[in-house]
């Protein structure tokens, strides 16, 4: 049974009482932030940012109040994802995130202000003593010239940002709140609920009857959408297209890569690179065919347990315990802040309780210590991911010792990277202690099984995205069958021809969330590659984890293809996502190697 919140012992739970010590507390500093509601004395600076001294000084009060406001926002979020159906909570969430969303549309004048400066205004602000702290800062800005409208412009860009969520908002609400799958039945006739959280252990089961009727009561809940949730897409794409065009981009994709000074051909040569290595995709989708025994492979097998359960569950402590001594390539000082986190001062919320948020997440802001969001069981992909929050987190607590507000968010782009290198090198640490074959192949099915998501799969997603993308750019008139069509044909080139391609499959497009989130997916697969490289770099160098552990240190101080290239991995170049194909393929030797061995 789920114990209630009031029943956990307090080292369970995570400190926010360290950002706030309860919710009135919060609620007077919100009322002090709030003030008026126009921050007279930052609105004041209008018109003046031409100035160096003005400008820093506007710098300095405009990202106080960001700060302050992320504090009360990151508060407000834990305390919500405690319990989400606390009115309170949804209360204190929704004020923050309406004057979080009045800040930057009354703030909306700020670049184009700026941008509006004659070439040597802007120069001289660029040069300024004054503005040293903010060079960076403004440099990006200055890349925003031509793709920036003038202030009237901009404030209609922003009034509208609320009612543009719509399409996104709205498959949310659809998918997660008033979908209703039917039951499925198991191999014995029991019914199983099948929903958007128990759908991935259903496919994970051993039971074959099970996985395909959840299978077929998901996506055919979906087809009888698929007319709505292609208009939602396609709304979605045509919101992207609006401001691709808006802005003067040639395309929606580098109107989302331009502002982190990523080239669509980043984008382009993973889906590449990629395409390239899938004969050991489909080598593999034959492996797995060949070792579940079956006469035809089908999508509802595609994550079915290859090996049998190997006993590695961990109580919470003993998966504390395994995180802290596998990071210790990464040195004394990084392992101590682990320690200290896991054991002393509450980073991590770790069991499930009622109406508790599910999933994952690494959170927190500058002033405060990272917070670890968990539903913890002990399995083995809850000591993963364990390991991998922690990767996140670790990422936040260097970049913000070591940089300034304006610069300790690490972007998107290199998000994964911490996290990732962290499974890695818990599953190192686990590998070098198995004693069996069977331990060993299950560890390695595990990481085969995560590339083949992380990589892979996220690639396939990366080119739909750009395809339904085009089309809107084309003016195509995108329906269900255009979409269903061409995400089968995609299915089909990735996992080659050991899987029997079910009409069921041609709609998955419309149950992906990652859809809505502008050009996203890719970047868990560069992520995958650039942790991947740099593991293996540190395995055997001091000086490359010396480079590693200045890279966690940079947070956003540099733009993302340049902390990863400062780390030792050019993200320009597809040497990384080749090698993490190599890798793919060695891994899938090794297991057929192991279990057809008969050891």
């Known amino acids: 049974m789920t114990p209630r919140r009031d029943e956990l012992k307090r080292e369970d739970k995570w400190n926010v009482e ?81 004057l979080a969303h009045d800040f930057q549309e009354q703030y909306s004048w700020v670049e184009p202000e700026l941008l509006s400066l004659a070439d040597a205004e802007f120069e001289k602000l660029q040069k300024s003593s004054d503005l040293k702290e903010y060079r960076f800062y403004l440099e990006k800005i200055g890349r925003m010239r031509p793709h920036t409208l003038s202030e009237e412009m901009e404030g209609l860009l922003a009034l509208s940002g609320k009612s543009l969520e719509t399409a996104h908002r709205t498959f ?19 019914e199983h609920p099948v929903t958007n959280g128990s759908y ?54 580098d109107a989302a890569l331009f502002p982190h000074n990523i080239a669509p051909d980043v984008y382009t040569n993973l889906i590449a690179s990629v395409s390239q290595a899938l ?59 682990v320690r200290k986190g896991l054991l002393e001062e509450r980073w991590v919320d770790v069991y499930e309780t009622p109406r508790k948020r599910s999933g994952a997440y690494s959170s927190g802001c500058y002033d405060s210590m990272p917070y670890i969001l968990l539903n913890y069981q002990g399995t083995l992909n ?20 070591n940089q300034s507000y304006l610069y300790s968010q690490y972007p998107i782009f290199v998000a994964e990277v911490a996290s990732t290198f962290n499974e890695q090198l818990l599953l190192q640490m686990l590998k070098e202690k198995m004693t069996s074959a069977k331990e060993r192949a299950y560890l390695i099915h595990y990481e085969i099984e995560g590339m083949r998501a992380t990589l892979f799969r996220q690639t ?28 089968l044909e995609l299915s089909r080139k990735y996992y080659g021809p050991a899987l029997t391609a079910d009409p069921e499959l041609a709609v998955e497009w419309a149950r992906i969330p990652h859809f809505y989130y502008n050009f996203y ?17 540190t395995e055997s160098s001091g000086e490359a984890v010396e480079r590693y552990l200045h890279f966690l240190s940079s947070g956003g101080s540099h733009y993302p293809l340049d902390l990863l290239q400062g780390a030792g991995v050019d993200m320009r170049k597809p040497q990384a996502i080749e090698s993490a194909m190599q890798r793919f393929q060695l891994l899938v030797k090794e297991l057929r190697e192991i279990l057809q061995g008969g050891n």
């Open 521 to 537: 997916v890719y970047q868990y697969a560069t992520g995958l590659s650039a942790a991947l490289s740099l593991f293996h770099q």
């Open 18 to 98: 360290a950002l706030y010590r309860n919710a009135g507390v919060w609620e007077e500093d919100f009322a002090r932030v709030k003030g008026e509601g126009r921050w007279p004395e930052i609105e004041a600076y209008k018109g003046k940012l031409g100035t160096p001294k003005a400008a820093a000084s506007f710098f300095d009060l405009y990202f106080g109040l960001d700060r302050e406001l992320t504090k009360l926002h990151t508060y407000a979020h834990l305390r919500m994802d405690e319990d989400l159906g606390d009115d309170r909570s949804k209360r204190d969430f929704g004020l923050i995130s309406g």
């Open 382 to 401: 809850d000591v993963l991911t364990l390991a991998h929050e922690v990767g996140h987190s670790m990422h936040s607590l260097l970049s913000r010792k």
């Open 279 to 337: 004969p050991a995709m489909h080598d593999y989708i034959a492996l797995r065919k060949e070792l579940l025994g079956l006469e035809e492979l089908h999508a509802w097998d595609l994550s079915a347990p290859l090996v049998d359960q190997v006993d590695l569950h961990m109580s919470y402590p003993e998966a504390c315990q395994a995180v802290i001594s596998s990071v210790a390539r990464l040195g004394k000082e990084y392992q101590e802040e």
């Open 460 to 487: 396939l997603f990366a080119e739909f995205e750009l395809q339904i993308h085009k089309w809107a750019e084309d003016g195509v008139p995108v329906t269900p069958s255009l979409l269903s069509d061409f995400y």
């Open 200 to 253: 991935p252990l259903h496919m994970r089961s051993r039971d074959r009857v099970l996985r395909k009727n959840s299978f077929l009561s998901l996506h055919r809940g979906f087809s009888s959408y698929s007319n709505t949730i292609a208009e939602l897409l396609r709304g979605q794409t045509e919101v992207h297209l609006y401001h691709a065009r808006a802005r003067l981009f040639p395309s929606c994709l």
């Open 172 to 190: 949310s609400a659809l998918s997660n709140a008033d979908m209703q799958f039917a039951p499925a039945l198991d191999s014995e006739g029991k």
